[in-house]
């Protein structure tokens, strides 16, 4: 049997809050690596507090690829990703590191690692019915339709979410075949990078929980409000694009907007992230093949640089813990 020769590359997987800068960064201190961010909201400028952005210091002293590469009013879509990844990981395969990728957005690690099948074009005619339909039995009832048929996308779509629901449905209809089966059934072609997986999986959501809600907190009263005021006062923003669509951002818009108190917007926008979580850990189970470590019940330092140490074939070493503040 043949060896594998292909370059090397690592994925650091995790749901939001779960420590996976801090690990990254520390990994980069021992390994040979090149980061690359697989985030759906640090790819926009001006998304820094709300999308708990690494601060100027640490990107200064860790430089991530795709971060602040897209301007709010631009959408960029899970093929964008793709392109630009591996556009990435081959300049820093070319300089002789690994690639290490590092996110939440299960999205788009898989666009990257097995490819996005082709969708089917907008059907302006069938679009109008759908949404003279939606406009007679409301947008919950479509979500569930939909969620009936295509599970995955039940949960990663959120019922208020119109556009994806009337997406997801016009694909079905003009496909036969669900989102999930065409978003992931790849393009047949093996992946250039030979990867590790690791993922940050916390085993008790309370902890997770109440790490959000700090974050969240800490968010507020580093001025999130404030940034979104000036995403507001650009004039060209609206809620349906990506950007201002992202956790955090859509629940500021609309308490911005007089939806709500204080009180609400803040539970609201806690609720959100946590539902994120949610997401991001049930497709991680997904992940069979990943290396798992529950950020809750240690430092995961030392157990992921022996799995990266024995997959560079390198030799161990002991290293301090995480860096603090990141």
Same mark, same amino acid.
């Given at each position: 049997?043949?060896?594998?020769? $292909? ?11 779960? !420590?996976? &800068? ?5 990994? =980069? ?20 507090? !709300?999308?708990?952005?690494p601060d100027a210091a640490t990107l200064a002293r860790y430089p991530h690829d795709l971060i602040d590469i897209r301007d ?6 899970? /093929? ?10 081959? @300049?820093?395969?070319?300089? !002789?590191?690994?690639? %290490? ?35 007679s039995i409301g947008w919950e009832a479509m979500h569930a339709r939909m969620a009936a048929l295509d599970p995955v996308a ?5 019922? +208020?979410?119109?556009? @994806?629901?009337?997406? =997801? ?7 036969? $075949? &669900? ?6 059934? !790849? ?10 997986? %690791? ?12 790490r959000i809600a700090t974050r969240f907190d800490a968010m507020l009263a580093d001025g999130f409000l404030d940034e979104v005021? $000036? ?30 108190? /204080?009180? *609400? ?7 959100? &992230? ?5 997401? #991001? ?16 019940? +240690?430092?995961?330092?030392? *157990? ?5 140490? #024995? ?9 301090? =813990? ?5």
């Amino acid at each position: 049997m043949s060896l594998d020769q $292909r370059p090397l590359a690592i994925f650091l997987m995790g749901p939001t809050a779960s !420590g996976k &800068t801090a690990l990254a960064c520390a990994l =980069a201190d021992r390994f040979p690596v090149g980061l690359v961010s697989v985030d759906s909201a640090l790819v926009y400028r001006g998304l820094d507090i !709300g999308s708990a952005k690494p601060d100027a210091a640490t990107l200064a002293r860790y430089p991530h690829d795709l971060i602040d590469i897209r301007d709010p009013a631009q959408p960029y879509s899970a /093929a964008d990703f793709r392109i630009d990844a591996i556009a990435a990981m081959e @300049r820093i395969s070319a300089q !002789g590191r690994v690639p %290490l990728l590092v996110g939440g957005t299960g999205l788009y690690f898989r666009a990257l690692q097995r490819g996005l099948s082709d969708l089917p074009d907008a059907d302006p005619a069938l679009r109008e019915r759908l949404a003279a339909e939606a406009s007679s039995i409301g947008w919950e009832a479509m979500h569930a339709r939909m969620a009936a048929l295509d599970p995955v996308a039940g949960a990663r779509i959120r019922p +208020g979410d119109t556009q @994806r629901i009337q997406r =997801a449905l016009e694909v079905m209809s003009l496909s036969g $075949r &669900t989102l999930t089966e065409l978003q992931t059934g !790849g393009s047949g072609v093996r992946f250039p990078w030979r990867v590790l997986k %690791l993922a940050l999986l916390p085993v008790d959501r309370k902890e997770l929980h109440e790490r959000i809600a700090t974050r969240f907190d800490a968010m507020l009263a580093d001025g999130f409000l404030d940034e979104v005021r $000036r995403l507001r006062d650009r004039g060209d923003l609206v809620p349906d694009l990506p950007a201002i669509r992202a956790v955090g951002y859509r629940q500021a818009w609309e308490y911005l907007d007089g939806q709500g108190d /204080a009180t *609400e917007f803040r539970n609201r926008g806690i609720y959100a &992230t946590r539902q994120l979580a949610k997401r #991001q850990i049930t497709w991680l189970r997904s992940e069979l093949d990943a290396r798992t470590f529950d950020p809750d019940r +240690g430092d995961p330092l030392p *157990e992921a640089e022996r799995a990266v140490a #024995q997959f560079l074939g390198m030799p161990k070493a002991s290293r301090p =813990a995480l860096p603090a503040g990141i």
